[in-house]
């Protein structure tokens, strides 16, 4: 890491053009990070674009920064992301750790001239980027940029470093990927870096309420509508599940990024251990998993779904028509069944 960090200081000397990006279908994790980081850069003189490759959650836009992100699955903004990535002298990929995550826009990052940095804490990631900061203990990305910058800064205090708008989107990132803080993924380091950031005088309350308590009435409708017609649990699996087809998603004017969270309700049913959402939209089936303990939902989306991520939550995704992808989906419960039952 001090061999990454000299490096970066050398090369962050000069005023760079710098492409930072997420993963698609972001969360606040991925954007909170991204514009946490971007905002660092920014202070330092360099040009800072962030691109997404697709749209995002309307629960999101207030994170300082948002007002400049580029969508590449936008047609209107395709050709000024790929002429900034032509341009790009450092390409920053956050929160992920595979090229394939970024949907269409994978192809052009990796054929792209600029050296690419690596911030992300999921397994197993793809050796494509020069500078890697990367460690599967972190609870959230933010985390990381959060360290990053102090070390960056050789320890200053963080009121020194860290502004409002800077603190507030790493807070946010942080406290969605430990559940608000209740997740199994909460280390002391987890308190310590949120204790640093709320030095700057933020106010939690008001990023928590903006993301959790900030919904249209038809997304409380929508939610309705799932948890009474679609969960189905399977007390035989510990198991519970949902299914949304495109239909139904148009039928409630689902936005993208709206079903985000859905999928843990599931872990609210007594006794259950794994909760599963498929989501039919635009050609293909996106599946979320949840778990509890020792179950590895991350095992399971990489054996069956292509999938990847954490060990309690990861996500896949099918080809296949969704009634097909939901049937091999309970057509491979039975071998699971063992380790399901013998969760605490």
């Not at 929160?95 to 052009?108: E, T």
């Not at 804490?121 to 900061?133: D, G, Q, S």
């Not at 028509?321 to 969760?343: C, D, K």
Request: glycine residues 6%.
């Amino acid at each position: 890491m001090n061999q990454i960090i000299e490096e970066l200081r050398s090369f962050l000397s000069q005023p760079q053009k710098i492409v930072i990006t997420t993963h698609r279908d972001p969360d606040a994790d991925a954007l909170g990070s991204s514009l946490g980081w971007a905002s660092y850069l920014l202070k330092k003189g360099h040009e800072v674009t962030v691109i997404s490759p697709t749209d995002y959650a309307a629960n999101l836009r207030w994170l300082s920064g948002m007002e400049h992100v580029l969508v590449y699955e936008k047609p209107s903004e395709q050709g000024k992301c790929k002429k900034k990535i032509e341009q790009a002298t450092l390409i920053c990929c956050l929160d992920f750790s595979a090229l394939s995550r970024l949907k269409d826009l994978g192809k052009v990052v990796q054929d792209a001239a600029a050296p690419k940095m690596m911030i992300d804490h999921h397994l197993e990631p793809e050796h494509f980027a020069k500078w890697m900061v990367w460690d599967t203990t972190a609870a959230a990305t933010a985390q990381l940029v959060y360290e990053l910058v102090k070390e960056m800064e050789g320890g200053q205090p963080a009121e020194q470093i860290f502004d409002i708008p800077m603190a507030e989107c790493l807070y946010a990132g942080i406290m969605t990927d430990t559940g608000s803080f209740r997740h199994g993924n909460v280390t002391p380091a987890v308190h310590l870096a949120v204790a640093d950031l709320m030095r700057t005088g933020f106010d939690s309350s008001r990023v928590h309420r903006l993301i959790y308590d900030n919904a249209p009435l038809s997304r409380l409708q929508f939610l309705g509508y799932v948890l009474c017609n679609k969960l189905t649990v399977l007390p035989e699996y510990r198991t519970a599940y949902m299914v949304l087809t495109e239909a139904e998603l148009q039928k409630f004017n689902s936005a993208s990024g709206e079903t985000e969270g859905i999928v843990n309700y599931g872990l609210q049913v007594e006794n259950v251990v794994m909760s599963a959402m498929f989501i039919e939209r635009k050609g293909e089936v996106k599946i979320s998993f949840r778990s509890v303990g020792a179950f590895s939902v991350r095992d399971l989306a990489s054996t069956h779904f292509s999938g990847g991520g954490h060990k309690n939550a990861s996500g896949g995704r099918s080809e296949q028509p969704v009634n097909e992808t939901v049937a091999r989906f309970l057509s491979i419960l039975p071998s699971y069944q063992e380790e399901l039952l013998s969760v605490d």
